[in-house]
């Protein structure tokens, strides 16, 4: 089902009503995922935290130590190694103790940026809502193995094809 921005926090502020609001967000590279969630934080005072913020020092900067003065420069340069962040990502979640997405959220609210299916079918009962956000008509989908979900995981689809990258103060309800 595809939403606008104003039904999306509607949606979100009845599932607040009935006690939890646990969201997924995902969708390809660069079409605004992050951006979406920092609104929806701060629309509905969620807690919000994207995957690769969240995992860069604990699993990927280890192996790219030595090619990074430091584990934030690893992550500004993640959009050229995307298969690697996937990889490093899923061996993490191969630990015994509990998963990426349980540590994520036991302080967060607002989970951003899961690509694996496998971690994606584990984890999936955990989120009362999945957004996907496309911004196809804008900027390509990502081509390559570091995304294997797709808009059928979703339960709703957010359109950020016309609104300009980082100007939704307008549909702020």
Same mark, same amino acid.
């Given at each position: 089902m595809?939403?606008?921005?104003?039904?999306? *926090?509607? #949606?979100?502020?009845?599932?607040?009503?009935?006690?939890s609001a646990k969201i997924l967000i !995902?969708?390809?590279?660069?079409?605004? #995922? /992050?951006? *979406?969630a920092k609104m929806i934080s *701060?629309?509905? /005072?969620? #807690?919000?935290?994207? !995957?690769?913020?969240?995992?860069?020092l604990k699993a990927v900067f280890p192996i790219v130590k030595d090619i990074y003065p430091n584990w934030k420069a690893a992550h500004s340069d993640r959009k050229n190694h995307r298969l690697l962040w996937f990889h490093a990502i899923r061996a993490y979640n191969l630990r015994p103790d509990t998963s990426l997405i349980d540590e994520i959220l036991a302080n967060h609210?607002?989970?951003?940026?899961?690509?694996?299916?496998?971690?994606?079918? #584990?984890?999936r009962h955990k989120f009362d809502l999945v957004i996907w956000v496309d911004?196809?008509?804008v900027i390509p989908d990502e081509f390559g193995g570091s995304m294997e979900l797709n808009t059928e995981d979703? /339960?709703?689809?957010? /359109?950020?094809?016309?609104?300009?990258?980082?100007?939704?103060?307008?549909?702020?309800p």
């Open positions: 595809e939403i606008i921005f104003t039904e999306l *926090i509607s #949606k979100i502020r009845h599932l607040q009503g009935r006690g !995902i969708g390809h590279g660069n079409h605004g #995922k /992050d951006t *979406i *701060i629309i509905t /005072d969620q #807690k919000q935290t994207s !995957i690769s913020d969240f995992i860069a609210d607002i989970c951003v940026g899961l690509r694996s299916r496998c971690e994606f079918e #584990k984890v911004r196809s008509r979703a /339960d709703v689809v957010l /359109d950020n094809n016309s609104q300009p990258a980082g100007n939704w103060s307008s549909q702020i």
